[in-house]
Each structure stands twice: as C-alpha cells, then as structure tokens.
C-alpha cells in the first residue's frame, strides 16, 4: 500500500490489489467494516467510505445483512477500434458461439441509403446474428452490407467466422465511424439477448469506409450488465488525440 495515500484510499488499494491478482474472484467474500477496522487500525467511518467508494466504482457488490462481495466485471470493446467479438472472447479464454437470425437480400430505405450515402435506395444484404460468450447472449449485431463491394458476404457461414472476421480479411477499410446510445431493447432483443424488460441496453452504431465507399453499416446491441463499452488513445498535451 501507498502510505503517503489517505487511509480510506490505502484499504481501497489494498483490496484492488487482491481483486486485480485476482486472488479474489467474483463472487468472494471481502473483509467486513468491522474486520478491516480491526486488520488496519482505522475508524469505521473510514472502512465504510473505502468500501462503499469501491461499490459505486463498480468492484464492489455490497448486500444488507449479508456481506459485501467481490462483483462480476462486465466484459468490454473498443469504441474506438475495429475489434473481432470472437477474439476478445478467446482472449479472456472463454468460448465464443452465435446464432444466425436472419440472412436476406432487401431494399434499402431512404434511411439506409442516406447511411450507404446513395442518392436512392439500392439493394443491400442484410444479417442479424446473436453472439455468446460461454453461452450467455452479450451482442445482438444488425448489419447491413454494400452487395457492389461484398458480392459474396450472404454465402458465408457466419457460425464458424464472424462477420468483423469475413470483412476484415476480404476488404480493407480506411475510415470508420462510432456512435453510442443507451436504449430499452425491445420485445424481440430482449428474447434474442436472454434479458429482462427492464434491462437497459448499449447500442453502438457503427459505419466503415473503403476506398471512398460505405462498406458496411452495423448496430450492436449490448446488455449493459454484461458489456461495456471503452477508447484509449494517445493525445497531444491539450487532451487532443493524435
């Protein structure tokens, strides 16, 4: 510990040193107020505040009359990048798997063509996939993609790659854009996800390029106790990135 750190912030570090080891997991016991007033010396007001500042940072589970817990993190992606479902999920050596909803050939709203920056609507292929991690649903992908510059992406099977992975390999993409809003799913997301109405939900909009052109467009829906979304990125000295 830190012992030029105030004391809260010194049992703080403590126990973010044992979460982060993790030599406790999610769902561990950790010390009591009473038990870390005892262990370090302190007042209980101190080792209430330390363990309540770590509950509403989110590494704390805390449950009247029973205990204060070790909480469950939610998985996170990249905002910033364009990152592979799959791979993040390996990654933390859990199991990927997904079910494909919806594979089609449609025509393009004036919405959708704004989106492809057409002047009118064209044809387009359209998927929607659910994607797991240990079997638990943690994305609900809608994806529309440009048939003049994927030809063959609807022939695809998309339960042994995933789209990202398809696209990636097949087309190189110079730009990409990222929007994010929280919303309520719907009925038919919350059957898809495996979540309760009440469960609110990330959606991240985004748009790649190549060459000029708008490849594809995707909406991925997350359940919002089971992602989050993230950016790092280095700056110049007034905070602007590079």
Not at 100 to 105: A, D, G, P, Q, V
């Amino acid at each position: 510990m830190n012992v030029l750190l105030p004391l809260y912030a010194q049992v703080k570090d403590h126990i973010l040193g044992h979460i982060t080891s993790g030599a406790w997991a999610a769902g561990a016991r950790v010390p009591s107020e009473n038990e870390l007033v005892e262990s370090f010396g302190i007042s209980r007001m101190t080792a209430n505040r330390a363990l309540r500042e770590l509950a509403d940072d989110g590494y704390l589970a805390r449950v009247p009359g029973v205990g204060t817990f070790v909480k469950q993190q939610a998985a996170h992606t990249s905002m910033m990048e364009l990152r592979n479902i799959a791979e993040e999920i390996e990654a933390r050596g859990h199991i990927h798997s997904s079910r494909l909803i919806t594979r089609e050939k449609i025509m393009a709203n004036y919405a959708l063509a704004e989106e492809f920056e057409w002047p009118a609507p064209k044809p387009l292929f359209h998927i929607i996939v659910v994607h797991e991690e240990n079997g638990l649903p943690v994305q609900l992908e809608y994806r529309w993609v440009n048939p003049s510059i994927a030809a063959d992406f609807l022939i695809q099977n998309f339960t042994r790659q995933t789209t990202t992975t398809y696209l990636m390999n097949t087309i190189p993409v110079d730009e990409l854009e990222h929007s994010v809003e929280a919303i309520m799913a719907d009925t038919d997301q919350q059957k898809l996800l495996g979540i309760k109405p009440v469960e609110p939900c990330l959606a991240l909009h985004r748009r790649s390029w190549s060459k000029g052109q708008v490849v594809t467009v995707a909406t991925l829906v997350y359940p919002a106790s089971r992602y989050a979304l993230y950016s790092r990125y280095k700056t110049n000295a007034q905070g602007k990135p590079l």
